[in-house]
């Protein structure tokens, strides 16, 4: 039972190039989630989805973009990387609205 | 401005002694508040979710208390064990669920 993952673990890119952050549920959970963990601030929201197909945005979606195709995977895309977009990003998943469970994360750098 | 404020930043206790950390918050409406652990370079992991009609709720060595008429919560850890070394993060969600706002987190050592 893998849970949540997310690929990959550790990613260092350039300014301006794209990057995908991948992450897989195997609970055939509805809720969706990304944040990123910056030191000095808490999880911040991202982009979260309630389902395939929907999608929304949360607290910091400016720079990232989302999609749901199916209900076991939620990538991450960021369109073109700035250095304020290096952070550690967290995937959720959750049933219920109010219990998440969080993948191990990815920790990327913008050079 | 919905916030979550933790206290204190840090802690450094001694492996057997209890320790309690705080959880303010100014999010409204108010649907329920989670504590969360997080190892180092982990996920968060949940240890308690409480809603507005629970006043305390307890996992193991953990317990945590809720006051929502105060808007205050603590996370009491029992008989500390040198694995408790981690941040605890208090989350409170408000609009049925759907608005997440994370506390800092405390970051908790506990030494032998």
């Known amino acids: 039972d893998a849970g949540i993952t997310q690929s990959p673990r550790y990613k260092i890119t350039e300014t301006g190039r794209q990057v995908t952050l991948m992450c897989h549920q195997t609970?055939?959970?509805?809720?969706m989630f990304w944040y990123r963990q910056d030191l000095g601030h808490g999880l911040r929201l991202i982009y979260y989805?309630?389902?395939?197909?929907?999608?929304d945005k949360g607290e910091v979606p400016d720079g990232y973009v989302v999609s749901r195709s199916k209900t076991e995977n939620f990538p991450l895309t960021l369109e073109s990387a700035t250095r304020s977009q290096t952070s550690v990003y967290f995937c959720?998943?959750?049933?219920?609205?109010?219990?998440?469970?969080f993948g191990p994360g990815t920790r990327l750098t913008v050079t | 401005k919905n916030q979550v404020e933790q206290s204190p930043q840090s802690l450094i206790i001694l492996e057997g002694k209890n320790c309690t950390l705080q959880?303010?918050?100014?999010?409204?409406?108010?649907?329920?508040l989670r504590w969360y652990k997080q190892d180092t370079g982990r996920g968060p992991v949940s240890l308690t979710i409480?809603?507005?009609?629970?006043n305390t709720k307890s996992n193991g060595r953990y317990t945590a208390t809720l006051d929502a008429d105060t808007k205050q919560s603590s996370l009491h850890i029992t008989a500390s064990q040198l694995s408790d070394s981690a941040s605890y993060i208090c989350?409170?969600?408000?609009?049925?669920?759907?608005?997440?706002?994370f506390g800092p987190g405390t970051r908790l050592s506990v030494l032998p």
């Open positions: 609970w055939s959970h509805s809720y």
């Open positions: 959880c303010n918050y100014t999010v409204s409406p108010f649907s329920n």
């Open positions: 989805s309630a389902a395939a197909d929907i999608t």
């Open positions: 989350v409170v969600s408000g609009n049925y669920g759907q608005n997440f706002v």
């Open positions: 959720a998943s959750s049933e219920r609205q109010y219990e998440q469970y």
């Open positions: 409480m809603t507005f009609s629970e």
